[in-house]
């Protein structure tokens, strides 16, 4: 018996961040859970609370405007300064109450400009049916 793999090649994801589109070729998403501890009188550990903390969600990709093609630069900075949150949908997740953490835009010369984007969301969730 044999086995096949295929390997496909996915088109970059569109995705709107605010009023922004980029096409997005490669995310990541990372949580953690904070534990706070105290001692006890016996010198063991004892945990006294936890709490998730807010996911941070990296989206990489390719923004395009040939007229005003840094444009995005001056978006991205208008979102991070702003206490606005967003909601960011990417490939069936539902990114909620979602702010900008950080961002690079790279103009290499080229008809578009590389974007990464760094999101902090505390709502992750699917569409509901």
Known sequence: ?????????????????????????????????????????SGGGAVTNTAPRCASITLKGRAFNEELPLHNAAQLDSMLRSSTTLTVQYRGLILGRCRILSFTVSDSGLNYVDITVTLSSDSISEPEE
């Open 1 to 41: 018996m044999s086995t096949a793999t295929y390997l496909n090649n996915r088109k970059a994801v569109p995705v709107y961040i605010g009023s922004m589109l980029i096409y997005c070729e490669d995310m990541s998403i990372s949580e953690k859970r904070v534990i706070a501890e105290a001692s006890t009188v």
